[in-house]
Every structure is written in structure tokens, then in C-alpha cells.
């Protein structure tokens, strides 16, 4: 086959698969449905391909994997959905134990990860928060005013740190921004 690039719609005939029409291109394959063998996915650089009627890719078309990683970025940014954050692995399995001054008193003990995933939903929420105010019509300086308590508040929950697995997860106050 050429070094041409198919567009959906192109007309081709295969070898064996005989007549079929491109349906979606990908970055090495393109899938192609074909009357008799349904839809099959074909190397881009397979040279049993004839051409009959090509439409050319067009510049700005949009793959399906673009569509997913925005749908994706918009689904953690404007909803309540949980990321999935490791805890560190030296906490996986203990338990947090909460001693009362008062010997009398039961402790209190949870599950460090119960703990963990409490933190993770607070950090989500006040991440969802800051997308509403950033996207929110209120006045500039209302904005700022809202955007440091929330920078603060990032800032007092930075002692769960320890937790995290990954420091790409930890919590950042203002003092840490650059």
C-alpha cells in the first residue's frame, strides 16, 4: 500500500477480507469494516491494501483517545469522583489509635486506610471547590480572597503527607509554592 493516509470513509479493498470502508484511524491501524468479516483492525503499513476511494485524514480531527483524556481531566475536576492514591506502603494494614486523657475512657482505633481515603475525600472536595471558584463569576478580588483560604487549608492538612506514597500527592501550603 502507498504512504497515503486514510481518511474515514476511504474505500479499500483487502486481500481477503475483500471490500471495506475506514471507520476509524489510529496512530498505526486503521479499523476498517468489511461487508463479509465485520469490523477488523489493519496495520497502517500492511500492503494488501488497495485503494478505491480515498478521503484524506483531515488536520484537526480529534481522536478518540484525546476525547477519553478530557473527558477524563473534566470528570476529576468537576466531580466528586475519587483519584486513586496509594498510601505509603510502611502504613498499608496498621491502624490508628486514639488514647483519651482519661484512662477510664475506651481508645478509639480505625483503620489507617479508612483514615487515609477520609483525606483523600477532603483533599477531592476542596480540589472541586477551587474549580468552582476559579470557573465562578464572582468578582477578581473575591476570587483571591476565597483562593488563599483554600491555599491555607491545603496548607494545615500537609502534616498527612507521611501518608502518601507518591510526593507527587502530597498536600502543598503557600509557603511551598514557587
Given amino acids: 500500500m502507498e504512504t497515503e493516509i486514510l481518511g474515514v470513509g476511504s474505500r479499500v479493498k483487502h486481500k481477503e477480507y475483500g471490500t471495506g470502508v475506514v471507520i476509524q484511524?489510529?496512530?498505526?491501524?486503521?479499523?476498517?469494516?468489511?461487508?463479509?468479516?465485520?469490523?477488523?483492525?489493519?496495520?497502517r503499513t500492511y500492503e494488501g491494501l488497495e485503494i478505491i476511494d480515498l478521503l484524506e485524514q483531515p488536520d484537526d480531527l480529534v481522536s478518540y483517545e484525546m476525547i477519553e483524556q478530557s473527558l477524563i481531566k473534566i470528570l476529576r475536576n468537576f466531580s466528586d469522583i475519587q483519584e486513586i492514591v496509594p498510601i505509603a506502603d510502611k502504613w498499608r494494614g496498621g491502624k490508628l489509635i486514639l488514647k483519651p486523657s482519661n484512662s477510664e475512657m475506651k481508645d478509639y482505633e480505625m483503620p489507617i486506610a479508612t483514615f487515609f481515603n477520609k483525606i483523600i475525600m477532603l483533599r477531592d472536595r476542596i480540589r472541586v471547590l477551587e474549580q468552582k471558584v476559579n470557573s465562578s463569576t464572582i468578582n477578581d478580588d473575591e476570587k483571591i480572597a476565597i483562593q488563599q483560604y483554600i491555599t491555607r487549608c491545603?496548607?494545615?492538612?500537609?502534616?498527612?503527607n507521611i501518608l502518601f506514597k507518591n510526593k507527587s500527592d502530597h498536600f502543598i501550603g503557600e509557603s511551598s509554592k514557587g
Avoid: W
Fill in 154 to 160: 491545603y496548607g494545615s492538612l500537609t502534616s498527612f
Fill in 25 to 43: 484511524v489510529k496512530a498505526a491501524s486503521y479499523i476498517i469494516t468489511f461487508i463479509d468479516y465485520g469490523n477488523r483492525e489493519i496495520s
